[in-house]
């Protein structure tokens, strides 16, 4: 049985949009008249290329040093969007569940239900593997913020244990499988023969009583996933002073 990790009373991206919205005072922070004159440098520098009765301008260095502090910075908010766009991913596999575009093209029911399923089980693995990148970096670069670097990564791994080892087995051994896919199969096979024309209706059945099931696992996933998400957004909030607007 899964561990419950907090009551789901909020499953809201408040803490998100706190940050998401801190993110345009942090950039106007950095941008330095150094760094918009670096742009402007390898801006020209591209434009200069496309037209031959324009002088070539030298480009730039291919990237832009700010102080160390601002760099460390910038690679925690980096990581933190990483890990948030991978949950957007995850959501959006319910969408991907609801939609069968493909009658009368060479993918059939069960390869569609199948694939999305690897798609989902890939996302929560992305998303375990992004917590622990974040919390590894939160961790080692701001140690005065004493976080637990492995707690969360693998509060969140317990909780989807199972979708890990799917994954696991996706990726080491052989495509996802299980009943309602065979039964998918073996029915899309059967319908082809002219005594069996009648399983063709158990097999439109089957497909949308098992995407329906899919879609509510990823709903119920994507609502704790996002608690995680949410702890995450607080705990920057809590600690990271530069993203705090000036008074």
Not at 69 to 84: G, H, R
Not at 126 to 134: F, P
Request: with cysteine; charged share 30%.
């Amino acid at each position: 049985m899964k561990k419950k990790i907090i009551s789901e009373t909020n499953h809201d991206k408040e803490n998100v949009r706190k940050l998401l919205n801190s993110l345009g005072t942090f950039i106007d922070g950095i941008l330095t008249p150094d760094f918009r004159e670096f742009k402007t440098r390898q801006i020209s520098s591209i434009i200069s290329n496309f037209f031959d009765d324009i002088p070539r301008i030298q480009a730039p260095e291919d990237r832009f040093n700010f102080p160390a502090e601002v760099e460390c910075q910038i690679n925690l908010l980096l990581s933190f969007f990483n890990l948030y766009n991978t949950f957007l991913s995850l959501q959006q596999c319910e969408y991907y569940f609801r939609r069968y575009p493909f009658r009368g093209a060479q993918v059939s029911k069960e390869d569609h239900i199948r694939n999305i399923c690897e798609m989902y089980f890939s996302c929560l693995y992305k998303l375990h593997q992004r917590l622990k990148n974040l919390y590894s970096l939160m961790s080692k670069t701001f140690p005065a913020w004493e976080i637990d670097e492995k707690g969360i990564p693998a509060l969140f791994y317990d909780h989807f244990r199972s979708e890990m080892m799917e994954r696991n087995d996706i990726h080491h051994n052989s495509g996802f499988e299980d009943v309602a896919i065979k039964r998918l199969s073996l029915t899309s096979l059967l319908s082809t023969a002219d005594e069996f024309k009648y399983l063709s209706k158990m097999n439109e059945v089957t497909f949308r009583k098992t995407r329906t099931e899919w879609v509510k696992r990823v709903r119920k996933s994507s609502r704790t996933a996002n608690i995680f998400i949410e702890s995450t957004a607080k705990l920057i909030l809590a600690h990271a002073e530069f993203l705090n607007s000036p008074e």
